[in-house]
């Protein structure tokens, strides 16, 4: 049974930070692309982060790039989301994603999301 499961999450002041971790198990887990999106409330989920699945190749959206940092660890099968310097707009649910494309398939799997709530 495939799944992610979310951990890291919570309330936060402005200017600190936090490490997401999203531990993946029943799939393969090396083959996989893996990003972190989120959704504030009555907003879109967005790309946050995102990372092939060797590690090698990362992108970020405008609005986090040198704050956050995507990275995985293939022989733990997890992948982590570290965020500093966060601000009051970075509230959301936070989300993990594994995604693997192959055969003219997409392959496509969600956690249930963790929150980060950025308030003083």
């Known amino acids: 049974q495939v799944q992610l499961v979310e951990s890291g999450g919570g309330l936060v002041q402005p200017g600190g930070s936090l490490r997401l971790s999203c531990a993946a198990s029943g799939f393969t887990f090396s083959t996989y692309g893996m990003s972190w999106y989120r959704q504030a409330p009555g907003k879109e989920r967005e790309l946050v982060a995102a990372?092939?699945?060797?590690?090698?190749?990362?992108n970020y959206a405008d609005s986090v790039k040198g704050r956050f940092t995507i990275s995985r660890d293939n022989a733990k099968n997890t992948v982590y989301l570290q965020m500093n310097s966060l601000k009051p707009e970075d509230t959301a649910v936070y989300y993990c994603n594994a995604r693997r494309g192959r055969w003219g398939t997409v392959d496509d799997y969600w956690g249930q999301g963790t929150q980060v709530t950025v308030s003083s």
């Open positions: 990372s092939t699945s060797t590690g090698r190749t990362t």
